[in-house]
DNA sequence: CTATACTCTACTATTATACTAGACTTTTAA
DNA sequence: TTAAAAGTCTAGTATAATAGTAGAGTATAG
């Protein structure tokens, strides 16, 4: 039951580019430096937003990366689909192939995992790239008051 | 975000075993065939539920296994946990270590695998097999209505 | 004492994970 | 116009986890 560490680099470097949405293209070497990831790494989790039209791109001299949507329309569920493929915890309840496992009509165990699903999928999108910076500035707050 | 198939077929081992609670103790064999898992593999799975007390075992002629606990004592959390170590979707976030990511104390992502790990835990820890075997019966009925 | 069934350790094939490497394309500023 | 910066794309690779199988050993009822 781990989320890969693939999808926790995509989420923080979503966070990292909603932060600095105002600072035009951010460029990959930037996001790897501040989050500590490897560029190439990044390099390869990039072209699933891309080409979901959830990053805009600049290619060349002074290129990057920029949000294309914004931070408070953007949920963990969503950036977890793209990396993970599915919420899902079990192959036989992906959303793309609705049954497909031949024990299915006969199985008292399905409804749990379709219930964990649930509550996974609520949670995840239930929370934004925007919650994640007001969270994180809340807590920085408490430190200077602390 | 997958539950491996030991920790699926663990519970499909338990609610069998919930299912046949007055009929003795039930051999491997038996569980193998009607869930159509390979014994063998359940041979490998069995030990953690045995070190944790909640089955008896009897070995020899006609030995088998039977649930130490009623099946509304034990929930899918605790079969899980047993089978998966864990039920935290991150390493740093695991019941032992508390914190063992040097990031954590600036982690912005960090409360959200918390959040994560907190609703599946509440889901998984709220089901138990006697609430499986209820889900069965009563798709059974279902069944005969239609 | 033998058949049955649990116990334990080791092995193995396949897949997923977490990267790295390098060639190529695009853009811009000097 | 060209060099440097930065994205794009494909392929490779080491490690670990998953999902098993194999076989020898132990306990017990009859």
Known sequence: MRI??????ALRMLVDLAEHKNDGFIALKDIA???NISKKYLEQIVPVFNKSHMLQ????????YRLAVEPNK???GEVIRLTEGSLSPLA???D???VHCDRSADC????????LKKVVTDYLDSVTL?????????????????
């Open 108 to 115: 008292a165990t399905l409804y749990v995992w379709q219930g």
């Open 57 to 64: 791109t600049n290619r060349g001299f002074q290129g990057g």
């Open 74 to 76: 953007c949920t963990v």
């Open 92 to 94: 036989c309840i992906d």
């Open 130 to 146: 925007q919650d994640i910076l007001d969270k994180k500035h809340e807590s920085y707050a408490n430190d200077y008051v602390i």
């Open 33 to 35: 430096k501040r989050q």
């Open 4 to 9: 890969s560490t693939k999808g926790r680099y």
């Open 96 to 98: 793309e192939n609705e």
